[in-house]
């Protein structure tokens, strides 16, 4: 079974079927740790974002790429036909103040 992590993700605008059960519900969607990987190789790959926090990776990649439709990068991810975007069953919590890499790693294993 493949699990999905709630991750940089929020309902937005996004129809029914993939919202949560109300307004105020937790976003439902999330992203796989292939797809976070993705991520990483588009954006550069492990050299690229090696050292840096999650906050400045959120700086310096999420923002940048969600800025003009403000929406989550969930949302815009699926609209491009993203595979490794759906329905998260999984949260994962962490302090955005450690490496980003880290966190992966941690996932990962």
Same mark, same amino acid.
């Given at each position: 079974?493949?699990r999905? $992590? ?7 605008n996004?129809?029914?079927d993939?919202?949560?059960?109300? +307004?105020n519900?937790?976003?439902s969607?999330?992203?796989?740790l292939k797809?976070? =990987?993705?991520?990483?190789?588009t ?6 974002i @090696?050292g840096?926090k $999650?906050?400045e990776v959120?700086?310096n990649?999420? =923002? +940048? ?8 990068y969930?949302t815009?991810? $699926?609209r491009?036909?993203?595979e490794?975007?759906m329905? @998260? ?6 302090a955005? =103040? ?8 941690a996932?990962e294993?």
């Open positions: 079974m493949r999905f $992590t709630q991750f940089w993700c929020s309902s937005g996004l129809p029914p993939q919202l949560s059960e109300g +307004p519900d937790f976003p969607l999330g992203i796989t797809g976070i =990987k993705h991520f990483i190789e954006r550069g790959g492990v050299e690229a @090696a840096l $999650t906050a959120c700086e990649f999420v =923002k +940048p790429f969600t800025a003009s439709s403000q929406e989550s969930c815009i991810a $699926t491009q036909d993203n490794e975007i329905r @998260a069953t999984v949260f994962v919590s962490h955005w =103040k450690h490496e980003f890499l880290d966190v992966v790693d996932l294993n």
